[in-house]
């Protein structure tokens, strides 16, 4: 669905440049690779609707994609393989430790993305501002907004614990 993978590309797009400079040293390179990782990550639903992110960090992983080395496929398996359901530690693990702090981190903002876009539609913007710090994410929502989507509510409350499995903290609140 090439119209909600620009959606869940742009909503990831927007989060990331409001946490780019506390979390990234290479703003350029997470962020291409956060948007790739948007626009490929339902591309497992080919293969099958059900773990259909494992699927498709299979194929991200091991394709043949020209221009991208093998620890770059690897990343990008690893966010699209933990857009949703729990994080696997053991893919983090796998990667070059000095990219384990942002890839988490690039898997968090899609995860909220995709969450965000659950309706499947809309323009992609998100309802939200983020606030980082090193390990936690604050994000605010207009009253209104929560309100008038409980469903995602109750799936971030349930994101809140997934994060927390990897000594992650997300706070939800509304604007300052």
Excluded: C
Aim: neutral net charge.
């Amino acid at each position: 669905d090439r119209k909600q993978a620009k959606r869940v590309a742009t909503t990831a797009t927007l989060l990331f440049r409001q946490v780019a400079d506390s979390w990234f040293d290479n703003h350029t390179l997470s962020g291409r690779m956060l948007e790739w990782s948007a626009r490929l990550h339902e591309i497992g639903l080919d293969i099958s609707h059900d773990g259909y992110q494992r699927h498709g960090a299979y194929v991200a992983e091991h394709a043949d994609m020209p221009g991208f080395p093998k620890a770059e496929q690897r990343l990008l398996a690893f966010l699209i393989g933990n857009q949703r359901r729990s994080i696997e530690k053991k893919m983090l693990q796998e990667l070059p430790e000095a990219w384990r702090s942002g890839a988490l981190k690039l898997a968090i903002l899609l995860r909220l993305a995709v969450l965000l876009n659950r309706s499947r539609s809309g323009d992609g913007r998100p309802p939200a501002s983020v606030h980082p710090g090193e390990r936690s994410l604050a994000i605010a929502f207009d009253a209104d907004w929560l309100d008038d989507n409980p469903l995602t509510m109750a799936d971030i409350e349930r994101e809140q614990k997934k994060l927390e499995a990897v000594g992650f903290s997300l706070t939800v609140g509304q604007p300052a």
